[in-house]
């Protein structure tokens, strides 16, 4: 079945570091990639999308690129802020199957 | 705009006692999600409405979940009775551009004791 793994967390770094979280996916066809954040107190929302191979999601600075070859969507931002500091969840859909199958989620903080 | 809405926010029960969590989707959105996010792990679907009919409800457990969307808006989600494995946050979510962008509620944290 579709899984997604991505890199253990909590992960812990300086405003303005640069910043990777790794996301790889298993999935039949050609899946749908997405990463949604969820800020502390807040619900689930979609930062970035890519939805076919060599595409780039990118907003708010974030960007991740749909790696058909590697089974990835890394996603990346090259300076972070205290504000960036919430859940990063990898996920992907597959058209047919109308639903979003999650990984389990990166905790990331950003310390002034 | 309204966001999707969620209630109660938090929920604690005895383990056998129902338990009822409502949403109230952006208007508009035809699809209608309720997920459920286990500790430390990603969100997982339920069932999904497309307006009133369940569409995929092949992971809630029927046993003692339901789940009711009527005239198409408003969901109700439901546990009869409750179990200690239930504790979990329960996220229901709606979207109108079929699965390619969902707005999340801020979800029900349910702990059975």
């Known amino acids: 079945g579709d899984s997604v793994t991505q890199m253990e967390g909590p992960v812990t770094l300086s405003e303005e570091a640069f910043l990777t979280i790794n996301c790889t996916y298993t999935a039949t066809g050609y899946p749908s990639l997405f990463w949604y954040v969820q800020y502390p107190g807040e619900g689930l929302q979609l930062l970035l999308k890519a939805t076919k191979a060599d595409d780039k999601g990118s907003n708010k600075g974030f960007e991740a690129t749909y790696r058909k070859e590697t089974t990835s969507f890394h996603l990346e931002k090259g300076s972070v802020q205290v504000s960036d500091s919430a859940v990063y969840f990898c996920?992907?859909?597959?058209?047919?199957?109308?639903?979003?199958?999650f990984g389990t989620g990166t905790r990331l903080t950003i310390i002034p | 705009e309204a966001g999707v809405v969620q209630s109660p926010r938090y929920k604690i029960i005895e383990k056998k006692q129902p338990v009822a969590f409502w949403c109230n989707p952006i208007s508009g959105h035809n699809t209608l999600y309720w997920y459920r996010q286990n500790l430390g792990q990603g969100p997982e679907l339920l069932i999904r409405?497309?307006?009133?009919?369940?569409?995929?409800d092949s992971q809630l457990p029927k046993d003692r979940f339901s789940a009711e969307r009527l005239k198409g808006v408003d969901s109700t989600l439901k546990i009869q009775p409750a179990e200690l494995g239930d504790s979990a946050v329960y996220l229901c979510a709606s979207s109108s551009e079929w699965v390619e962008k969902l707005f999340f509620g801020s979800g029900t944290q349910l702990s059975v004791l």
């Open positions: 409405y497309e307006n009133e009919e369940a569409v995929d």
């Open positions: 996920a992907l859909s597959r058209i047919g199957n109308e639903k979003l199958t």
